[in-house]
């Protein structure tokens, strides 16, 4: 702890955070653009809500339960050290506590930012079914028992970090969230696309994005906020920093190659969903990798992420579990190739780079942990709100819309030509067997 405040390292971490937290915002539009007409508000409202509940949360326990020195077990802080952030403003003298020049006050704003993105890119997977209420409720009790834990056990010295079991071995490294974020929300997007069930229709119609410049605008919104989720991360306005935001640059870059390459060869036409999405396969498998790997490093990390993800987001047809807007494809898919892919990349401890197997060793157990704990916990909450509370919309409300059923608004006005009719009309092509993208050229078909 210091007493000297480090006003430059302070700006740099506000800055960080709101960029982190436009990241939400952002999300909601790319999702929101992703689903039919009549459930973008519903889809957008699935983001905000996220943000309302755990922005109340992590200043009553979630920082505590994070990041608090009294540790249980190394897999979660006591909720009632700093509950309500008692003892993490100021001092007994009335001065802000400092950390190494930053006022924690800051460092708790920067981290609920990742907190609520994480919880709000599960939604995703359950898009145009899910009660609002219900999912509510799963955000307050998911990021209780399943983000603050494992952002204890990561980086609040717990069990997957440097002072757990596995750095006898390698020191663990994840740098902005690949497992604390990613592989977290994935695996949870997975469990609950299973509990919750498919959509009405699934697998027989095209469920086809309504509005692809809305996705384009939300994927350039999140590639901006990530710089904050990732040079942020460094903790400084530094070349660390710099590193991280080279890297997240590049191999965001990359992806979108590596995913439209596999759409040309595939379907026979490079899409915008496809860009966009690889934007995000990028941004995602750079996150737990940004200050470890070099830019040309980072080229591989990319490419391989969207070559990936492109075929990873069909898995869904082949298995038949309706994950609505990709959540396992890209974000489980990227943030597992994240997180091992440092095992070969890093530029210290790396096996490309004559580090041995150590550090590869290391990043594959941290993944599977990180996959286990999120999964079982995910399907108790699941279950238990299933059993409980109930996670569907009745059929017909599906059928007619969510928007008007949950919210009582539609999200477009076409003069006389409602919006249940206009999501029909967007829907009622058969889906192309063999697909697991929808190409441009199909929905303006």
């Not at 086809?208 to 040079?231: D, K, S």
């Amino acid at each position: 702890m210091e007493t000297a405040l480090d006003s430059g390292l302070t700006a740099w971490m506000l800055v960080s955070a709101s960029l982190v937290l436009l990241m939400t915002p952002g999300l909601a539009l790319f999702y929101g653009g992703m689903v039919r007409t009549t459930s973008v508000l519903n889809m957008m409202m699935m983001s905000y809500g996220a943000m309302a509940v755990v922005g109340v949360v992590y200043v009553l326990w979630g920082w505590s339960m994070s990041y608090s020195e009294s540790s249980i077990a190394g897999i979660f802080g006591n909720p009632f050290t700093h509950f309500g952030l008692d003892g993490v403003i100021t001092d007994s003298a009335g001065e802000y506590v400092l950390s190494d020049g930053l006022p924690v006050i800051v460092d708790v704003g920067f981290q609920v930012t990742f907190a609520i993105i994480t919880v709000a890119l599960i939604s995703g997977a359950i898009a145009d079914r899910a009660r609002f209420g219900t999912w509510l409720v799963f955000t307050a009790l998911w990021v209780t028992l399943a983000y603050f834990p494992m952002a204890h056990m990561v980086w609040g010295g717990g069990l997957l970090s440097g002072d757990g079991p596995f750095a006898s071995i390698a020191e663990p490294v994840d740098f902005a969230g690949g497992t604390v974020v990613h592989i977290n929300a994935g695996v949870a997007a997975l469990v609950l696309a299973l509990i919750v069930g498919k959509r009405k229709g699934f697998g027989r119609t095209a469920m086809r994005p309504h509005n692809l410049p809305l996705v384009m605008l939300g994927a350039a919104l999140l590639w901006f906020g990530w710089f904050g989720f990732n040079a942020g991360s460094a903790y400084g306005a530094d070349g660390v920093a710099g590193l991280a935001w080279v890297n997240t640059t590049t191999a965001t870059a990359a992806a979108i190659l590596g995913w439209l390459l596999v759409e040309r060869l595939r379907d026979g036409h490079a899409t915008s969903l496809g860009a966009a999405s690889g934007i995000v396969a990028g941004l995602v498998a750079i996150t737990p990798a940004a200050g470890s790997l070099s830019p040309v490093g980072s080229i591989a990390l990319g490419a391989v992420a969207g070559a990936i993800c492109a075929y990873a987001v069909g898995l869904k047809y082949k298995l038949g579990y309706d994950d609505s807007l990709d959540v396992v494809g890209v974000h489980l898919a990227a943030g597992l190739w994240g997180t091992v892919g440092i095992g070969f990349l890093a530029t210290d401890g790396g096996l490309f780079y004559g580090g041995g197997a150590s550090l590869l060793l290391v990043q594959i157990l941290i993944a599977l942990v990180a996959v286990a704990i999120s999964a079982l916990v995910t399907t108790v909450i699941g279950l238990a709100l299933k059993y409980t509370m109930g996670w569907r919309i009745s059929e017909d409300d599906e059928v007619s819309g969510i928007d008007a059923a949950v919210h009582a608004e539609s999200g477009y006005d076409f003069g006389g030509v409602g919006a249940s009719r206009a999501g029909s009309l967007l829907s009622s092509t058969p889906l192309p067997a063999t697909a697991s993208t929808v190409t441009e050229s199909e929905v303006r078909a």
